[in-house]
């Protein structure tokens, strides 16, 4: 009985002693100084936050957690982590990794982020981080309906003061706002506006976990650019070249259309008719692109312009007709490069695809993004690498004179915004000899042909001789 | 074993003629062959590899319903996206021949992994329907200064039906334009270019024909929840349905007799100017087409009946604009809902309102 409470006792005390462990980092850690700055000009929110953290515990910190309210954090497309080492212009910037992390005991479901540090930051020590976040989905339209003369006008809903497991001494957040139009923002003291920017701030000594909601209601008629699904196939043909194919479903996400769309008023008074609406596209396709085709499933589209270059191509297009709010369009656009720039020898032996991952087009966010990626016939062991998680899963595609099939590695990611566009690669061993299949399979289909009618001509049917 | 023994003299050069002859014909056939294909090619290199006529929208239509359905569904299938509310028995009414021609060569294709879609197969399939007809109808270009001007109003317009309107919606509109709708724009039509059943044909007539109030109770008897138009009026396209009016106007008044042809016509012709006679100027066909048409230039000048349109400034009490295409060539119009009416309380309420009350605060009172 009393070794039993003595164990007992002596699990308790291992257990606190755990849990403290686990939050040293919460306790250990604080923010001198934190600056942020939200960029609310296009529907695609970016969030640039300097903090200068300092080591206030015993211990060295290997690492330190970014806090996000529960709203954000599914709209959270990408966060990228930077410490800065350096003054003024010698600043050398190192790129930190970054990872989702559970954490017990969240207060009121908040989601966190865990920042590795490049070396552990000594007791005392301080170093400065340059965090950049990008939320999609987070510009909601109010009013939900407007016409067509109407401007658009959105609510963006954050807190005035940082969210953070640590104590903040000192902090600021600034609004970056499209136009000086900006019909109410919440006043959290001290909080004010000149022309484009609002400023709140500076805050002094907030505890861990301090939370000011407000909400800025401004107007934003930069295009609500959202595809709803893309499909992007990249086909792999030895025999050199890359044949690209885009399926888009694409649809205005911003504050939908109603009444009346009158064609007269948005051809003569453009500035003012449909000023949320948008018909120009840009995408930015590969330098050395030939054979680019846009069209839907009912045809070609010929509202497009291509400009080859060098370092990159562009392709200004447009739907068939303006997108205004809740509309929709579909359409493919297809194109062909050559193969010696994205397909390479691995020093073992293997062959690697080194591709762009992501939308080629500029500012829209992509909702559900399918990439599929063609190996020839005959290709063994395929494995894609990526910077960031993907789902991963594996097909097989029969296309012209396929007996075994193709192997299709399919990557699946959703929320995808223009920070995505990093090069990924795709490994797979391929023998040589497989490539004779496809012409030894059309020669001897014809030489089969010509030799029975060869021997057709010459054998002799007949059963009774002449 | 034998000696091969040589051929008699004088059979070596006639078998060599014989063979060279055997050559030059099967050569000469496959030229013609050749010759034959790309004259009805002609539209297809021109422009696009799209169906470029009516007629065969429809084949490849129902060509894309037998690859995606099989032959079974085919034989039995009875189409209720078109001559609503009646609908048309495909399976029993159809010659087959081009269909199955079509489907059974993309069906061998996709079998040994060649994969050409349903489009490709009709379009190298439908030449033989399309020898009868010359223009091609979807695409129209120009030549400019800047260069080739594409006006591509139809697909935009069936486009836009496709992916901003309900799956479910009907959609009026002269007969000419039924089977495209039906295949490029994926919605139910009231009549189409199968012109089986002439009562309906003349319902969509006399809507055309009638004041506006009457033409909303003939469409909402009907269902229908867009009225499409072609006006080719802006840019000079003299297909239009203006020019195809004379027909609505007879063939409705055919079935129907309070549309006679004398009250559209001044000195016997049909006129849309400042002489046109007032039932033309205030039937369905002439403000669906000319709505707003005078903002654009300030006169409303017409360039294909060239002159200016009669009445150029009106509202429309039924129908709301939904979508002009590009060049104005296709004009959708909605029906709009009728109005809650509520007997004797209109009068009051319009009392109220004139003597300076707040009239937001008299719509929210839900008992009013």
């Known amino acids: 009985m009393a070794a039993r409470n003595w164990i007992f006792a002596v699990a308790v005390a291992v257990a606190v002693f755990l849990s403290l462990s686990t939050f040293s980092s919460a306790q250990d850690l604080q923010i001198v100084n934190a600056e942020r700055r939200i960029d609310l000009s296009s529907h695609i929110v970016k969030a640039f936050l300097t903090l200068k953290v300092e080591n206030i515990g015993k211990d060295p910190a290997a690492d330190m957690l970014l806090a996000f309210p529960p709203t954000q954090i599914k709209n959270l497309a990408m966060v990228q982590a930077l410490a800065v080492t350096g003054k003024k212009k010698k600043k050398i910037y190192l790129p930190l990794d970054v990872k989702p992390s559970e954490q017990p005991d969240a207060p009121n479901d908040a989601g966190y982020f865990l920042v590795s540090f490049a070396t552990p930051l000594g007791p005392g020590e301080t170093v400065t981080l340059e965090v950049l976040y990008i939320l999609t989905h987070s510009l909601e339209p109010f009013p939900v309906e407007i016409t067509q003369s109407e401007s658009q006008l959105v609510y963006y809903r954050d807190s ?84 690209i194919t885009e399926n888009y479903r694409l649809t205005h996400g911003g504050a939908r259309h109603k009444g009346v769309f009158s064609r007269v008023e948005y051809q003569s008074r453009r500035s003012i008719s449909g000023s949320s609406s948008f018909n120009a596209l840009l995408a930015v396709l590969p330098p050395r692109v030939n054979s680019v085709y846009y069209r839907d499933n009912i045809g070609n589209i010929s509202t497009s312009h291509l400009r080859t270059g060098f370092k990159k191509s562009e392709l200004e297009f447009e739907p068939r007709y303006p997108l205004f709010g809740g509309w929709k369009a579909t359409f493919i656009i297809g194109y062909r490069v050559p193969l010696e720039d994205y397909l390479f020898e691995a020093p073992d032996g293997r062959r690697y695809l080194n591709f762009t991952f992501g939308c080629p087009l500029v500012e829209t966010i992509v909702n559900k993004l399918t990439l599929k990626v063609v190996l020839p016939e005959g290709s063994k062991d395929p494995s894609a690498v990526l910077p960031f998680a993907v789902n991963q899963d594996l097909q097989v595609k029969y296309s012209y004179l396929d007996i075994v099939g193709r192997t299709v590695v399919v990557l699946q990611k959703d929320n995808v915004v223009p920070t995505h566009n990093v090069p990924f690669q795709v490994y797979y061993t391929f023998k040589p000899i497989y490539m004779l299949a496809e012409p030894l399979m059309l020669v001897s289909a014809f030489f089969f042909v010509f030799v029975t009618s060869l021997a057709y001509v010459h054998i002799d049917l007949n059963i009774v001789k002449k | 074993m034998a000696t091969l023994e040589s051929p008699p003299p004088g059979t070596s050069s006639s078998a060599m003629r014989n063979a060279f002859g055997t ?331 004139s003597s300076g009350l707040d009239s937001k605060a008299a719509k929210k009172n839900p008992w009013i």
């Open chain 1, 160 to 243: 005035a003061v940082v969210l953070s497991p640590y104590r903040i001494k000192q902090q600021t957040t600034f609004f970056k706002t499209p136009s000086t139009r900006v019909e109410s923002f919440t006043s959290v003291e001290p909080a004010n506006r000149a022309g484009k920017e609002i400023k709140y701030g500076p805050y002094e000594d907030r505890a861990p976990y301090s939370y000011a909601p407000v909400i800025v209601h401004f107007e934003n008629n930069s295009p609500f650019a959202v595809v709803e699904e893309l499909v992007r196939e990249i086909e792999i043909s030895h025999w050199g070249s890359l044949q």
């Open chain 2, 23 to 353: 050559v030059l014909s099967a050569l000469i056939l496959l030229l013609i062959g050749v010759l034959a294909f790309s004259i009805r090619l002609f539209s297809v290199i021109k422009y696009e590899s799209v169906i470029h006529e009516f007629d065969p929208y429809f084949n490849y239509r129902v060509t894309q319903f037998l690859s995606k359905n099989g032959i079974y569904e085919f034989w039995n299938w009875f189409d209720d996206r078109t001559w609503y509310p009646l609908g048309r028995v495909i399976g029993g009414t159809v010659y087959p021949g081009l269909t199955l021609t079509a489907g059974t060569i993309w069906w061998a294709l996709n079998a040994i992994n060649i994969p050409l879609s349903v489009e490709t197969v009709c379009i190298h399939c439908v030449w033989a329907a399309a020898e009868a007809y010359s223009a091609p109808s979807i695409v129209l270009t120009s030549q400019s200064r800047d260069g080739l001007h594409v006006f591509d109003d139809f697909r935009e317009s069936y486009a836009w039906l496709s992916h901003n309107t309900d799956v479910d919606d009907k959609v009026a509109s002269w007969w000419d334009y039924g089977y495209q709708t039906t295949a490029m724009a994926n919605r139910t039509v009231i009549v189409d270019n199968n012109t089986w059943n002439n009562t309906h044909i003349a319902t969509v007539g006399t809507a055309m024909s009638s004041p506006e109030k009457a033409a909303w109770e003939i469409f909402n008897s009907l269902d229908v929840k867009y009225v499409l138009v072609v006006f080719g009026g802006l840019i000079g396209y003299p297909s239009d349905d203006i020019n195809k009016f004379l027909w609505m106007v007879r063939i409705g008044g055919g079935v129907f007799p309070h549309i006679k042809e004398a009250d559209y016509l001044r000195d016997g012709n049909y006129r849309i100017d400042s002489e046109a006679t007032p039932t033309m100027l205030n039937c369905l066909m002439y403000k669906l087409s000319y709505y707003r048409f005078v903002e654009t230039d300030g006169k409303g000048y017409d360039r294909v009946r060239r002159t200016e349109i009669g009445k150029k400034n009106f509202k429309l009490t039924h129908f709301e604009e939904v979508f002009t295409s590009h060049h104005w060539m296709v004009r959708i119009y909605k029906l709009k809902p009728q109005k809650n009416r509520i007997r004797g309380r209109a009068k009051k309420l319009k009392l109220k309102t």
